[in-house]
């Protein structure tokens, strides 16, 4: 075969083998040794995400809950506001104090008593080792 031939048949092959040799890396010369970032995983060099402490979830839960209950006139099902019973046993607790202080010093001063109270219950809660009778508890 003469060397025009061989060119010929070349680039009329290169346009199908683009694609592949572009991600074997070929053409760009990249190769598997070098400076590439090691994936991140188990056994990567990447921090573990943060996670957010249970007594924090907690308190976010309950907070938000609260002001839900205070403002309507009902109590809801603990488990559809994704609350375990102890969980929910603070709310009722905060929202009793909530009304009470929402009567006596207005919304405002309920608003942060509930902060306040749904912070102090998870935190105690938590100490005492928080749900440990199933997932509900």
Same mark, same amino acid.
């Given at each position: =075969?003469? =060397?025009?031939?061989?060119?010929?048949?070349?680039?009329?092959?290169?346009?199908?083998?683009?694609?592949?040799?572009?991600?074997?890396?070929?053409?760009?010369?990249?190769?598997?040794?070098?400076?590439? $970032?090691?994936?991140?995983?188990p056994? *990567? $060099?990447?921090?573990?995400?943060?996670?957010?402490?249970?007594?924090?979830?907690? $308190?976010?839960?309950?907070?938000?809950?609260?002001?839900?209950?205070?403002?309507?006139?009902?109590?809801?099902?603990?488990?559809?506001? *994704?609350?375990?019973? *102890?969980?929910?046993?603070?709310?009722?607790?905060?929202?009793?104090?909530?009304?009470?202080?929402?009567?006596?010093?207005?919304?405002?001063?309920a608003?942060?008593?509930?902060?306040?109270?749904?912070?102090?219950?998870?935190?105690r809660?938590?100490?005492?080792?928080?749900?440990?009778? *199933?997932?509900?508890?």
């Amino acid at each position: =075969m003469t =060397m025009g031939r061989i060119r010929r048949a070349g680039s009329a092959l290169l346009p199908a083998l683009l694609p592949a040799l572009l991600a074997a890396g070929v053409i760009t010369g990249c190769s598997d040794t070098g400076s590439r $970032t090691p994936a991140a995983g188990p056994t *990567g $060099t990447s921090p573990s995400p943060r996670t957010t402490p249970p007594e924090d979830l907690c $308190t976010r839960l309950v907070a938000h809950w609260s002001r839900e209950v205070l403002d309507g006139d009902t109590y809801g099902d603990y488990q559809s506001m *994704g609350l375990s019973n *102890g969980q929910y046993e603070i709310l009722r607790k905060v929202v009793d104090a909530a009304r009470a202080e929402k009567a006596r010093r207005g919304p405002q001063a309920a608003d942060a008593l509930i902060d306040r109270r749904a912070h102090e219950g998870c935190v105690r809660w938590y100490r005492n080792g928080g749900p440990s009778k *199933g997932p509900w508890q």
